[in-house]
């Protein structure tokens, strides 16, 4: 176990029936209110009207910044900062899923500061407060709502650039999971994948043997994901089974999972986020692909941790004759759960490697893992090719 | 899973050679400083002087309250809460075990309000502030460098009380597992016992069936409990295995395994306490004679769950026969790491249940668990003997 700072003082509500929360808790951090929201599903779910209700109800005025798309856009938060300026916003609330909670991060952040918001995310600036920021997740997936990290895509430069910082902790995060009930499947299974890559990205990145409460906590996380995913798609309003996936996928990326492992590299996170910012593509989506590709490229080396990991955590995917034989298992799964599989599914071909290779270069750097060169996720990516894998 | 607020601002710095850091941390909250310690160990290992330089070296004024016991006085405290008063205390150190990390908070919390400390602990008066604190723990046992609770031993009327308030939160934690290799072997085994009957309560006191995320994280923390024990009782320098008990024992009381499972008794701590307010014996040494005692007790209930639980965590402790053969290899255990296992190893006879019984009552009301009357009580005690369980 190597040595770490562990410090997330983020408080977290959750449970059904808790959103008539969400007004005392912003209004006690500021009365006027940015609702940063999605495209339309908060609305026609109704969660929408119950969140500005709440914050009413508590003495706030409610500015509104809708219309956040999954991968979202600089832009976007660029004109939540000139809104909250106009407005004199005091409080950012996030209702949505980790596109929606990440822009309200962004937006929080670069409200108080005189450079371009992007700055941040190159690496050129360092951030040093915030406005304060409420979540209310309502998907299981990316845990942004927990932690001090954001995503967001340059679409000019076509950059997906993500970074974490001590700042960005939300105040506040009202997790109900009654929210997801009506996350349609294909997303549902995203944010599962999305929680399980965190894990891959700690377990496999990385070799700390003697972490053992890290790699129990992690084991345990993963076997919760696993055993409820096929719950919740079979049932969308199995609360239990939607509390353990939104549970579970926070915790998965709210800091505990990484301390003690010591330098943690996110290759998987790395690749897709090319695929993302030149496809458009869901972030789970891409990592259905990258995930199993990255580890077939990486089985002679992490093998016997990948077979050892699965076989705690999802027996009905471990495979005794061989990872490779497993990683085949979790491509099905993913396939049959509504998730492409290869790059293929997703319209990507041999020759479009070179291209996403070169994209993912920026934020290698940003991110300081230069041994992912061109050549090595060029070669990675082969590995998410249905026709590499001598498939039809 | 029931609904739940999680809320732990502390801030952790874990690793070897991080006690330089404690000046700089508690320098940043106060000047005049207050430093808490045991009877002996801290100046016999070097590292009281080492905390003592690093806050004078930070411009920090260090006041000693020295001489904290095991099962910590209401007196010393109030010693304290005058010391601060006099000396104009800024912030607190608590540098030792849970004892000593417990008077630090009962100090910091007693010192802003004029009534006497103890109120807290009959629940006559509630927290509402604390001067700040600061823990480095020097066991890896009761979580209370990481949490919100205190426990404390009114000598005069024999009681010893605990309770928790989100108040409490020391600021910053700075663990070394270094400082626990000269911990004795009893004493390193009791602080595992004590971390292990936390997970215990949590267990088995309560029946959440779908809160896996829950479970598979006290599972984790148990499996790593069990296996690095030994580890450290072999090897007291074996930094790995003391930094998996330190951290493991940190989370088995940071508030995320109850977080979900609705109401928590805590059965096994409250005749614990009794036993440690009558007879001053150490917490862990109480806990390995009352948990077992107390599964015993309830092996018709909870029997199932229990052989689940050490199946998954304890695999060499599991008997297939039954529940109270597994009950029985973890008495032997215990035996093994040199605890006490029966009541009569710590001279408590027959004739003495009623009285021990008797003491249980104040705290059960205190606790709210008023289904742990005298009748109850001695009934579990009783499965703590020895003779009850017709052995020489």
Not at 155 to 176: E, S, Y
Not at 225 to 241: I, R, T, V
Not at 301 to 311: L, M, N, T
Not at 332 to 342: F, L, M, N
Request: proline share 5%.
């Amino acid at each position: 176990m190597q040595n770490f700072v562990f410090h997330n003082p983020t408080k977290v509500i959750f449970g059904q029936d808790t959103i008539p929360l969400v007004g005392a808790e912003t209004c006690s951090l500021g009365r006027r209110v940015l609702l940063v929201t999605g495209m339309s599903s908060a609305k026609e779910s109704g969660i929408f009207h119950e969140v500005s209700e709440s914050i009413t109800g508590n003495g706030g005025t409610v500015f509104c910044l809708e219309g956040v798309m999954p991968n979202p856009t600089l832009e976007k938060v660029r004109k939540g900062i000139e809104l909250v300026r106009r407005e004199n916003i005091e409080v950012i609330c996030g209702l949505g899923g980790g596109s929606v909670i990440d822009s309200a991060k962004a937006i929080g952040a670069g409200s108080v500061v005189q450079h371009d918001v992007w700055k941040f995310f190159t690496g050129k600036k360092s951030v040093r407060s915030t406005l304060p920021v409420v979540t209310v997740p309502t998907i299981a997936a990316s845990g942004s709502e927990v932690n001090s990290g954001m995503v967001l895509t340059n679409v000019d430069t076509c950059q997906k650039f993500g970074f974490a910082n001590r700042h960005l902790f939300p105040k506040t995060a009202i997790i109900d999971p009654k929210t997801t009930f009506t996350v349609p499947g294909n997303q549902t299974a995203y944010g599962c994948i999305d929680a399980l890559t965190h894990i891959f990205e700690f377990y496999f990145t990385n070799k700390q043997p003697d972490a053992t409460v890290q790699y129990h906590y992690m084991e345990g996380l993963a076997s919760t994901l696993f055993g409820n995913c096929q719950l919740a798609l079979d049932n969308p309003s199995d609360y239990q089974a939607r509390a353990n996936l939104m549970w579970s996928s926070a915790l998965t990326l709210n800091g505990l999972c990484a301390s003690g492992l010591g330098k943690v590299g996110f290759p998987m996170h790395l690749i897709e986020h090319s695929l993302s910012a030149l496809y458009n593509i869901p972030h789970g989506a891409g990592l259905a692909i990258v995930g199993p590709g990255w580890m077939e490229s990486r089985h002679k080396d992490v093998g016997d941790r990948i077979q050892q990991f699965f076989r705690i955590t999802a027996d009905s995917l471990y495979a005794p004759s061989g990872v490779l034989a497993t990683l085949g298992n979790l491509r099905s799964w993913y396939a049959s759960i509504g998730a492409p599989t290869y790059l293929e599914d997703i319209g990507v071909n041999e020759q479009d490697l070179p291209k996403i290779a070169r994209n993912s270069q920026a934020l290698a750097k940003v991110w300081r893992m230069r041994e992912y060169d061109e050549q090595l996720v060029e070669r990675i990516l082969r590995q998410c090719l249905r026709e590499s894998n001598g498939l039809p």
